[in-house]
């Protein structure tokens, strides 16, 4: 099993770093051995929430690099802000992962930093991807492969249709697949629509794929 506490997380040496290196990013090597509070705890043993932990670092880093003066301040602020909120979850997984949510679709909005949907993107498990190839302007194929090809789910193919959050891929026009874009990556809701994405649709080894971050690669 993949050792998710190496990570870079938005822990509490993150923080420090927000206050005492102003050249320096937000995202930090993040010793699980040094959790200093639940929450740190929880990203550390659930594979779901290192994803989103990851997924921060992106796009804090990608935020950063877009900020400048005013801005730049505002974003350090506010992310020092959304640190103490996280924290606050103490160890909640439901509520730390509303959290990343909620930030990662502000960072998104705010600084464009998403890029094209086509690409390939890692899972939350081991050698799980997610990879999109097409247009949103014309066909999208999206497919799930993971666990050494001992699983397949798609490609979903269908026509692209952007809305405020993200992407709907349709057939015959009906929804098949709902993508939001999340930081650098995307993030896969857990709906009516993507509950196709089950393990009854993609083998017995497969892992639940809705309600998951994945990250561009």
Not at 171 to 185: C, K, Q
């Amino acid at each position: 099993m993949q050792d998710y506490c190496k990570w870079p997380s938005m822990s509490a040496l993150s923080l420090v770093s927000l206050f005492l290196l102003p050249v320096q990013g937000a995202a930090q090597a993040f010793d699980c051995s040094k959790a200093g509070n639940s929450t740190e705890k929880e990203i550390c043993i659930n594979a779901e929430l290192g994803a989103l932990d990851n997924g921060m670092a992106d796009a804090y880093k990608a935020a950063e690099s877009k900020a400048a003066g005013d801005q730049e301040r505002q974003l350090r602020s506010d992310q020092r802000a959304w640190l103490e909120r996280r924290n606050d979850c103490q160890g909640d997984g439901g509520c730390i992962t509303k959290t990343y949510l909620a930030r990662l679709r502000t960072l998104t909005n705010d600084y464009d930093i998403f890029g094209v949907w086509a690409g390939t993107y890692d899972g939350p498990y081991d050698e799980l991807e997610l990879d999109i190839s097409g247009s949103e302007a014309s066909t999208i194929s999206v497919t799930f492969v993971g666990g050494g090809a001992s699983y397949t789910c798609g490609p979903v193919t269908g026509a692209g249709k952007i809305d405020k959050s993200g992407l709907i891929v349709t057939d015959a026009g009906d929804e098949i697949m709902v993508l939001h874009r999340m930081g650098t990556g995307i993030y896969l809701p857990q709906n009516s629509v993507n509950t196709n994405l089950g393990r009854a649709n993609c083998g017995m080894n497969a892992p639940e794929l809705s309600g998951s971050y994945y990250r561009r690669q």
